[in-house]
């Protein structure tokens, strides 16, 4: 670059997270990208270790990035999926706007949308989870990252029925990214607070996983009288343009596709939650027969024995040491399931790729 002035850090950070994004949803595809200012090189690449193909509807199959490598801090196993598992979901119509169809962009045009969950605990069925963020983009017919419209989705948070999701509240933030809390580019996030946002009696280390959902918004669009590369061309520029009037003139349509998304995510988190009550009133029981068994017992040596075997002075710090043992046992049982990638096995994929990639 001659004049690195027009160049600076903030731009070239936007470059790298549009094609981060892209990325995502072009995951067949290598890219590097090579930098060089006053000499000083610097390179990036861009590439998937683990993929996923999904077929939509009225286009051709699309391989997602699925590489999830963030873990939580409560994993000290070395065991936890690195792979998210995208759902297909609503595929609806948008009319167009007459300002856009003014300027000449007609036929037919619809949104699908893939859901993708991180990090996957599907091996740990017992674990407490929670959704604290979603994160929404738009791609376009050709699945280039368009930027999604920040004044519809603003609104959003008003538009949903909270209640009905089982969620207190949701909060449009800025999109800018910080190490700990990664955010593709042109993306709107949202910060999502559970009826238990502030449980105080929870404890520290049983606090749940805290998940994140990303939609992904794919508009398609049909028009048998654009059969060149540059008409088509020309109408997702107008797309783009006119996205914010086209999702605004289908408020209510692109609404209830997103609560139903939502709805569908804190479902399957509601069963799990349920499911996770029956097991700690039947931990509580448990616990609360076997201080009965030790509290009632005469043979000093049986009692005595007890209190060493789980390291504690009496009775009450048995409970306590004995529900904390149950809950780790519990939540920590793993099953493994087909499709999930622990990291050594995501390691062991890279090192695959990269020794293919070699050999080539």
């Known amino acids: 670059m001659k004049n690195p002035g027009l160049y600076s850090s903030k731009w070239q950070a936007h470059v790298k997270a549009f094609l981060q994004t892209f990325c995502l949803t072009n995951a067949g595809i290598r890219i590097q990208l090579k930098f060089k200012i006053h000499g000083q090189?610097?390179?990036?690449?861009?590439?998937?270790?683990?993929?996923?193909?999904?077929?939509?509807?009225?286009?051709?199959?699309?391989?997602?990035?699925?590489?999830?490598?963030?873990?939580?801090?409560?994993?000290?196993?070395?065991?936890?999926?690195?792979?998210?598992?995208?759902?297909?979901?609503?595929?609806?119509?948008?009319?167009?706007?007459?300002?856009?169809?003014?300027?000449?962009?007609?036929?037919?045009?619809?949104v699908q949308i893939v859901t993708l969950l991180s990090p996957c605990v599907l091996q740990y069925p017992h674990l407490p989870t929670e959704l604290s963020r979603m994160q929404v983009l738009v791609f376009s017919p050709s699945n280039i990252p368009v930027s999604a419209p920040?004044?519809?989705?603003?609104?959003?948070?008003?538009?949903?029925?909270?209640?009905?999701?089982?969620?207190?509240?949701?909060?449009?933030?800025?999109?800018?990214?910080?190490?700990?809390?990664?955010?593709?580019?042109?993306?709107?996030?949202?910060?999502?607070?559970?009826e238990n946002w502030d449980d105080p009696e929870q404890e520290p280390s049983h606090l749940p996983v805290q998940q994140s959902l990303l939609?992904?918004?794919?508009?398609?669009?049909?028009?048998?009288?654009?059969?060149?590369?540059?008409?088509?061309?020309?109408?997702?520029?107008?797309?783009?343009?006119?996205?914010?009037?086209?999702?605004?003139?289908?408020?209510?349509?692109?609404?209830?596709?997103?609560?139903?998304?939502?709805?569908?995510?804190?479902?399957?988190?509601?069963?799990?939650?349920?499911?996770?009550?029956?097991?700690q009133s039947a931990a509580e029981v448990i616990i609360s027969s076997t201080i009965s068994i030790v509290s009632s017992s005469s043979n000093m040596d049986f009692r005595s024995a007890c209190l060493k075997r789980m390291k504690v002075h009496d009775t009450h710090g048995l409970s306590a040491s004995l529900r904390e043992s149950l809950w780790r046992v519990s939540s920590w049982k793993r099953l493994p399931k087909a499709g999930c990638y622990s990291a050594q096995q995501v390691e062991d994929q890279a090192a695959s790729n990269e020794a293919i990639r070699a050999e080539i």
């Open 41 to 110: 090189k610097s390179q990036h690449d861009f590439s998937a270790f683990l993929i996923s193909k999904v077929a939509l509807s009225v286009r051709p199959p699309m391989i997602l990035d699925v590489t999830c490598s963030a873990q939580p801090w409560c994993d000290q196993r070395g065991s936890w999926c690195q792979k998210g598992h995208p759902v297909v979901g609503e595929r609806f119509p948008l009319s167009i706007p007459p300002k856009a169809m003014d300027q000449g962009l007609f036929g037919e045009l619809s």
């Open 150 to 194: 920040s004044g519809f989705f603003q609104t959003l948070p008003v538009a949903l029925d909270y209640q009905h999701l089982g969620l207190d509240r949701m909060h449009c933030r800025s999109s800018e990214a910080s190490p700990d809390d990664p955010v593709h580019g042109d993306g709107v996030v949202f910060t999502v607070g559970q």
């Open 215 to 279: 939609l992904l918004l794919f508009l398609q669009h049909s028009d048998p009288f654009t059969s060149e590369l540059t008409d088509k061309m020309d109408c997702e520029l107008l797309l783009e343009l006119h996205l914010e009037d086209i999702l605004s003139n289908n408020r209510q349509a692109v609404t209830s596709a997103l609560q139903a998304e939502l709805f569908n995510t804190m479902k399957a988190l509601k069963e799990r939650k349920k499911k996770l009550e029956k097991l």
